[in-house]
């Protein structure tokens, strides 16, 4: 069984929710405390394991490329400044070259037209899709429990969530069909049913591992819900030969997708930070005081 090397990240949606801000800059850039959304997904994959990261974007995201290029200037200015750690901090985000490609998705057809932009770079082996809307806290991170499963396994593997159950709507839901403590067997997954119309309260929330054949399968994957390609359709049409499991979510988890999931990660993650949690608890006690 081939390893898991290879993770596309999805990152050419608009940010509608985000507007006017994501007009000039890629909602993916937009921090939670001093780093990019991006930046924790790209994390999450290299310490899973992965070595290589494909980006699939729209037009117009040139900044995400430079994001992750050298800032010559900057660094360089930080240096003669005297703030070498500051610049060495730089310099250790920066992934060691040859290790992301850019492809570009011209027209806005959904997350399994993202995925089938990356065909090419992936090639005939299984792989990773991480959207970086869905920021996830954990030791050892959530994918590489995945990729663990996945090596057990074989197939696919998706992380799952349990959510509030009027809320499917929103989500690919999972139906489960057997349980070994690790993970969760799956039988079906439906993009976005109405509440009376789910099989559980378990949503896919931005994690995949995916077999080769789901990447063969969006190729002839016809719109969807939203009339939009759906990476859901395609991993569903693959679980007649290609096994399909999941793996809860074990640590913390916020949707950025959203200007309240955005603020409630913003507002824990300081919370965690050495520098910021006293502050953050003296405004909190200001915010319940004048309530």
Known sequence: MSAVKTAVLPVAGLGTRFLPASKATPKVLLPILDRPLIQYAVDEAFAAGIESVVFVMGRGQGAIV????????????????????????????????????????????????????????????PFAVLL???LIVEDPPS???????????????????????ADTSR?????????????????????????????????????????????????????GSGGEIQLTDAINASIATTELRAVTVGGERYDCGSKGGFLDATVNMAMKDPDLAERMRGIARGIVSAG
């Open 66 to 125: 430079d994001y992750f290029d050298m800032s010559f200037e900057l660094e360089t200015t930080l240096r003669e400044r005297g703030k070498d750690d500051v610049a060495a901090s730089l310099e250790a985000l920066r992934p060691p070259d040859g290790h992301m490609s850019y492809v570009r998705q011209t027209q806005p057809l959904g997350l399994g037209h993202a995925v089938w932009c990356a065909r090419n770079v992936v090639g005939d082996e």
């Open 143 to 165: 994918l590489a429990r995945m990729i663990d499963v996945h090596h057990e396994y074989g197939g696919s593997v998706v992380l799952v969530d349990e959510i509030d159950p």
């Open 171 to 223: 989500y690919g839901i999972i139906t489960p069909a057997g349980n070994d403590g690790e993970s969760v067997q799956v039988s079906e997954v439906i993009e976005k049913p109405r509440p009376e119309d789910a099989a559980s309260n378990l949503a896919v929330v931005g994690r995949y591992v995916l077999d080769p054949v789901v990447m063969e399968t969006l190729g002839s994957t016809d719109a």
């Open 132 to 134: 970086p809307d869905e």
